[in-house]
T-cell receptor, first 117, second 114 residues
Framework: KAGVTQTPRYLIKTRGQQVTLSCSPI?????VSWYQQTPGQGLQFLFE???????NKGNFPGRFSGRQFSNSRSEMNVSTLELGDSALYLC????????????????FGSGTRLTVV | DQQVKQNSPSLSVQEGRISILNCDYT??????FLWYKKYPAEGPTFLIS?????DKNEDGRFTVFLNKSAKHLSLHIVPSQPGDSAVYFC?????????????FGQGTRLTINP
């Protein structure tokens, strides 16, 4: 079955612009989570959506927002881009159950590499 | 405030030997732990996990050990193979109710030398 698809793979934007990233989860997965990866910081949790509702939110400013559609596809938006927003943005999908009961972790996409100049 | 720490940015191991990757955490509410492997230009791939009710979980060449009193977990790979060269992330969850939020460490780059 198809994996998690993120588009686009690469983006270059200018400071002050806004950007929208897309994530299509594995068929049947209802939970989509977003992470930011920067060198030395590991992966930092942005937010998680389940059945079109934001269930969890990380410690990022309000410039970072997201949404999920009825087909479970999710988008992430960053407004007023700053140089420090340059990172690899990863989304991950799962069935949405408790990790321990599902006995497996997320399935990640390959990410969108955002460069802000 | 780094709740999950991988203090070794890199590790080099000879092929066939044991690789041991370490991870420490500070939040006693974490009850599920996972290891991911990441190759360049790819997303992380789930490797193995362990619940806080266990102290060991094994899957083929990979074994994860959990020491709750020390708030420490480790991933053992034996024998190490060249294809194991990647960045390894440990992650922890404190969401037993199902919310999907993981706290990741900074990663350890493992290099397996032939």
């Amino acid at each position: 079955k198809a994996g998690v698809t993120q588009t686009p793979r690469y983006l270059i934007k200018t400071r002050g612009q806004q950007v929208t990233l897309s994530c299509s989860p594995i068929s049947g997965h209802r939970s989509v989570s977003w992470y930011q990866q920067t060198p030395g910081q590991g992966l930092q949790f942005l937010f998680e959506y389940f059945s079109e509702t934001q269930r969890n939110k990380g410690n990022f400013p309000g410039r970072f927002s997201g949404r999920q559609f009825s087909n479970s596809r999710s988008e992430m938006n960053v407004s007023t881009l700053e140089l420090g927003d340059s990172a690899l943005y990863l989304c991950a999908s799962s069935q949405g159950q408790n990790f321990a009961r599902s006995n497996y972790g997320y399935t990640f996409g390959s990410g969108t590499r955002l460069t802000v100049v | 405030d780094q709740q999950v720490k991988q203090n070794s940015p890199s590790l080099s191991v000879q092929e066939g030997r044991i690789s041991i990757l370490n991870c420490d955490y500070t939040n006693s509410m974490f009850d599920y732990f996972l290891w991911y492997k990441k190759y360049p230009a790819e997303g992380p791939t789930f490797l193995i996990s362990i619940s806080s009710i266990k102290d060991k979980n094994e899957d083929g060449r990979f074994t994860v050990f959990l020491n709750k009193s020390a708030k420490h977990l480790s991933l053992h790979i034996v024998p190490s193979q060249p294809g194991d060269s990647a960045v390894y992330f440990c992650a922890a969850s404190a969401s037993p109710q199902g919310a999907q939020k993981l706290v990741f460490g900074q990663g350890t780059r493992l290099t397996i030398n032939p």
